[in-house]
């Protein structure tokens, strides 16, 4: 009768076990992240800050490399700003390099089936930006 038993726990083991991973990863089938299950990796729109416009250009970032950290940046949950509960106001720090392979932090606030580029921020270069 312990064969029976030991199956059992093996079963309970392994069902509690499947699904637990990296949680900034997104989910493949959703585009979400998995940790709020709010972030959508990909968006119907990406809107553009008049901010992200001029710290893109002066930085040298075109809207392809947005679009790359967006759909395969890491969240740096200490950099973002979840806290709020109008889901129009947190804010995601994104992180990645670009194909030029500049080390970027891109700030990304959702708003319904939105993405909008609020700063991007180059993490290695000091850029000189009149953006106001």
Known sequence: MSSPS???ILLIIA???TGCGNLTQSTEGL???TKENTFNRNPHKIIFTKHGKCRM???SIDSLEVDEILKNG???Y???DTSSTNPCRKKYALEGKTRDN????IIFSP???NQTVVTVIDMDTDWVCDCK
């Open 6 to 8: 030991l199956f059992s």
């Open 15 to 17: 069902v509690f076990s």
């Open 31 to 33: 585009n979400f992240d």
């Open 57 to 59: 250009n002066c930085r």
């Open 74 to 76: 890491n969240i740096n």
């Open 78 to 80: 200490i950099k973002s």
């Open 102 to 105: 500049q080390q970027v932090r």
């Open 111 to 113: 708003c319904k089936d």
